[in-house]
DNA sequence: CTGTTAGCGCGTTCAC
DNA sequence: GTGAACGCGCTAACAG
């Protein structure tokens, strides 16, 4: 026995089954037929023994980890956990581990995006760090989608980016355009025709995106178009208070308002319910995101749920099979869905 | 050069500054005294070479992988990713990391907790596949407190649970009867004295403790001790509702609601809302857990903050000077602190 | 077909 | 400053 007072290594169970350790490794991976009899002495050893294969030397020797890194932007911003778990739910089924790395951007450097210096420097050694590791590959969460090229170089090694892209690199997005489409749609089919919208921030590619579905669904059910409608928020609950002041004083008011998170949906209630203006009977109000929160508000806000699961699911997906020499890389976008809650009614007027 | 097609390895490093593989390793590592001249030669053609050291030998030699298993029951659950954040936090300061297992509870089998027998199954893979990944200790995040004494078998690795405890092992909680002591002196402070409590689940630890943390401050400020002011919720925006709609028809109703969570004190609001009473100026609300909706809500809800980053810290740091052979188990429990925001108002007609 | 021997993967560290 | 054993499991080559 090699060292008894720590774990047994497979050179104890060969020496307790009388056989070499060629075997023990035979067996426990089934790489080629052992007599049946040799097999069952060594098994009930390894039970005796509890023996556990050291996936380190395993992992030195194949060259292959069977672990990802996942490296987040912030694992405390709201879309994050959602994507681990699919990331999760993905390497239950194929036995892939997760070396989690939080750049903890939110509290480091906050959201002003501009800081590449400092971010870069975060960013590197967490990818050195997960390359030391041996990763077998690696997965890049973002905290907002946008274009992270030249900022981040993997040596080589697989990575896909999820609520983030470069330019080079596989990325999952969602299907933003086709969102925003969509809960315009939802609003025409209750005969909605003037339909405000409280945009994100402008230099964030979902609020263009989002723009480009409301434009589209504009042009499509010919609505009126009035740039009157269209409002630059920023995705502060303040934003879409005061935006929304803006809106209810218009001569012709919109009679339903798209806005482009929950959050700014939270300023819309509040500038409405101010007014005495009533959601949904008097003003229609579509969310974005599925904050837990926005079933809470009064009334529960009707939104667009954002595929977060299926995105980490996809992400580690693709990774797996780019790792496997698979390069089913799929142009497909999840898609966002509608949960349907109290803040959408017909327009006053409207058809039924 | 053993093989120019993957990563160098200290043997290209050796071999192309004319030195032994061990005296890298020296220069690598600091360990013994290397020739400054020798040292910079070495350190050149590492920088040349791009080289960084393979984590997987090393640790199969040193057999420690500076690496702490993280078993989350739920890392969608609002308390995990805070948690996660402090654990990271610790880890970036002293080079550890984290091997990130997900048992998705809530989506494989609920809150029902009293499924052992599949609970069981899952804690343990999870933990053997964390031991055959040979991490340095483990780290268990629950999704809510309660005893899981004799359900895990780390089988000799050092494990620190938090958001959750076991009778054997050490464990990090934040001082739940403090916070609901230091809630009640709050409303106390302002002059209430008939303050009602809307508890959690009564099988659950928080609820207990809390409810203690209650008794204690009526005792100690002599308030009028009424058990009809008690009400028993479980969790659920529901029950804060339905229990709120009691207190208020009570013949004498509080003047103020202690909610042992924000999911419950939206319930009070919607119902207070509803019975044209105004808060805070007819009756007071205060909150637990500070979940991020209760800054959205109107009136912003006061609210009692848990320690969740500092419950990761600790936890982290205590496992870690476990592993170092420090035995540096402090009793001392994170407190929760109030945030103060729009909810609590003086009674009327109580002192100013 | 079954079993064994021995070298390897890569970095660390003791003895010289 | 170096040689070589070592940590542990895998697998090619070989023997029966």
């Known amino acids: 026995m090699s060292n008894p007072s720590s774990n047994p290594s497979i050179k104890d169970i060969a020496a307790r089954a009388n056989v070499s350790t060629a075997t023990v490794s035979y067996v426990l991976n089934g790489t080629r037929n052992v007599r049946p009899k040799t097999r069952e002495r060594v098994l009930a050893v390894i039970e005796e023994l509890n023996y556990k294969p050291n996936d380190i030397a395993k992992s030195l020797k194949r060259r292959r980890t069977d672990t990802i ?12 956990p959602e994507i681990i778990d699919g990331i999760n739910d993905y390497g239950d089924r194929h036995d892939l581990h997760i070396l989690l790395t939080n750049l903890r951007l939110d509290k480091r450097i906050g959201r002003d995006f ?15 760090e997960l390359l030391s590791k041996q990763v077998d590959g690696m997965i890049y969460i973002g905290v907002h989608p946008r274009d992270l090229t030249g900022l981040i ?31 315009m749609s939802y609003l025409v089919a209750r005969g909605h025709r003037r339909i405000a919208i409280i945009s994100g921030l402008m230099d964030s590619i979902p609020s263009r995106l989002r723009l480009n579905g409301y434009y589209k669904a504009v042009t499509e059910f010919e609505l009126p178009f009035d740039p009157v409608l269209i409002k630059m928020g920023d995705w502060e609950r303040e934003s879409g208070y005061r935006l929304t002041r803006e809106l209810l004083s218009l001569p012709a008011p919109p009679t339903a308002i798209l806005a482009m ?40 806000i009707t939104t667009m ?8 699911y996809r992400a580690m997906e693709t990774l797996h099979e780019v790792i496997n020499g698979k390069q089913a890389w799929r142009p497909e976008m999840p898609v966002c869905r509608l949960i349907e809650r ?7 007027g409207g058809k039924p």
Chains 1, 2 share one sequence.
């Open 69 to 80: 890194g996942v490296i987040a932007e912030d694992v405390t911003v709201f879309n994050t």
């Open 153 to 183: 170089d993997s040596e080589g090694k697989p990575i896909v980016y999820t609520y983030a892209y470069t330019q080079n690199d596989m990325a999952i997005q969602y299907n933003d355009e086709q969102a925003s489409y969509e809960a």
């Open 114 to 128: 501009e800081h590449t210096d400092k971010y870069r420097k975060y960013a590197a050694s967490a990818v050195s």
């Open 261 to 300: 998170n929950d959050v700014m949906a939270v300023g819309v209630l509040q500038a409405a319910n101010e007014a005495g203006v009533n959601i949904p009977a008097d003003l229609s109000v579509i969310g974005f995101d599925n904050r837990e929160f926005s079933d809470y508000l009064s009334p529960r």
């Open 342 to 348: 109290d803040s959408v009614a017909p327009p006053k």
């Open 305 to 312: 749920d954002l595929p977060l699961h299926e995105m980490g």
